[in-house]
T-cell receptor, first 109, second 115 residues
Framework: GQNIDQPTEMTATEGAIVQINCTYQTSGFNGLFWYQQHAGEAPTFLSYNVLDGLEEKGRFSSFLSRSKGYSYLLLKELQMKDSASYLCAALDSNYQLIWGAGTKLIIKP | ETGVTQTPRHLVMGMTNKKSLKCEQHLGHNAMYWYKQSAKKPLELMFVYNFKEQTENNSVPSRFSPECPNSSHLFLHLHTLQPEDSALYLC??????????????FGPGTRLTVL
């Protein structure tokens, strides 16, 4: 079956760095998405990786290893507003998104 | 502002009621989606419409009935729901369905409670 695994919850300190991991098992692979979802709000797009390596976008970076079925989202210089759930989703061979359950990130002062 | 709006934002209904959820996208997209989001569970894809044609129905019970009159509007008609149907219902749109890079834009969702 198809599956996405990511930690349920993580806690980090304001100003620090946090890495949220995601492993995936899908029938074929056409890329991996990260979305951010604040409580009570819509998920919003953060990143898309289809090739191996690191993509940097400001304070957020996303990494992909296709051979390992692994991705991570790296958040630097954490701010209180980064408290949210982070959703990992892989695009399978039918171009259907397979979603993880999300990682709730709690930022403490 | 994501360009995708949903109404109502909150809905409480009894098991014998009939109600409809509405979604509208202002992004010129051709694909629209309904998702169910329950606490601590992955997003569940319910329906996909591509160029107004339904292309996906993920074994959703018939008490949920989608309608897509045009590429900008999507409805989810609800009748005789069960308490376990209580969840956040998210609408999303993308340029089209089935592309390799197909960022989906989400609405804020309708929080549904079935009593």
């Amino acid at each position: 079956g198809q599956n996405i695994d990511q930690p349920t919850e993580m806690t980090a300190t304001e100003g620090a760095i946090v890495q949220i991991n995601c492993t995936y098992q899908t029938s074929g692979f056409n890329g991996l998405f990260w979305y951010q979802q604040h409580a009570g709000e819509a998920p919003t797009f953060l990143s898309y990786n289809v090739l191996d390596g690191l993509e940097e976008k400001g304070r957020f970076s996303s990494f992909l290893s296709r051979s390992k079925g692994y991705s991570y989202l790296l958040l630097k210089e954490l701010q209180m507003k980064d408290s949210a759930s982070y959703l990992c989703a892989a695009l399978d061979s039918n171009y259907q998104l397979i979603w993880g359950a999300g990682t709730k990130l709690i930022i403490k002062p | 502002e994501t360009g995708v709006t949903q109404t109502p934002r909150h809905l409480v209904m009894g098991m014998t009621n009939k109600k409809s959820l509405k979604c509208e996208q202002h992004l010129g997209h051709n694909a629209m989606y309904w998702y169910k989001q329950s606490a601590k569970k992955p997003l569940e894809l319910m329906f996909v419409y591509n160029f107004k044609e339904q292309t996906e129905n993920n074994s959703v019970p018939s008490r949920f009935s989608p309608e897509c009159p045009n590429s900008s509007h999507l409805f989810l008609h609800l009748h005789t729901l069960q308490p376990e149907d209580s969840a956040l219902y998210l609408c999303a749109s993308s340029q089209d369905a089935g592309g390799a890079y197909n960022e989906q834009f989400f609405g804020p969702g309708t929080r549904l409670t079935v009593l």
